[in-house]
């Protein structure tokens, strides 16, 4: 599989679309959901260009995984959901792929809180 630069996060990071951005370094941006799930809906992407987690995990240089793992700490923080620092605690939701119901391939995580979660999956589902 070949990045599609026409995806949405590619046209965010080359500004042609606006976001609502909570975050930005070198090598990483992040932006607030358009369809919040919970109080607190954040996507942070790395601004190289990896498909998915799998990819993103093989062919990202260390400064890059590293920028982008204490960004995702740095937003969680920023909320005030971080348990760390006294906050209610969060979720971190990678898609990926088919399966994993991936629907824009641009590598992101989801960082969700401000509200309880429930169980991460349903018995039901398996
Ligand atoms: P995923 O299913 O993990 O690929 O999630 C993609 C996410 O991108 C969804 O939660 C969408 O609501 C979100 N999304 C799509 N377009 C935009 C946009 N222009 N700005 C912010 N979030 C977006």
Sequence with gaps: MTYDDNN???KI?????????????????????ISQQAPT?????????YISF?????NASEAEIVAFIRAAGQVASD???APSGGGAGFRIIA????????EVPHFHLHV????WLGRMLKKADA
């Design 8 to 10: 949405v996060f590619a």
């Design 13 to 33: 990071l080359r500004g042609e679309i606006p976001s609502d951005k909570v975050l930005e370094n070198e090598h990483v941006l992040a932006f607030r959901d």
């Design 41 to 49: 809906h954040v996507l942070v992407i790395p601004k190289g260009k």
């Design 54 to 58: 799998d990819d993103f995990a093989a």
């Design 79 to 81: 909320e005030g959901i």
């Design 95 to 102: 898609n990926a792929g088919e399966n994993g119901v991936q």
């Design 112 to 115: 969700i809180g401000g509200r």
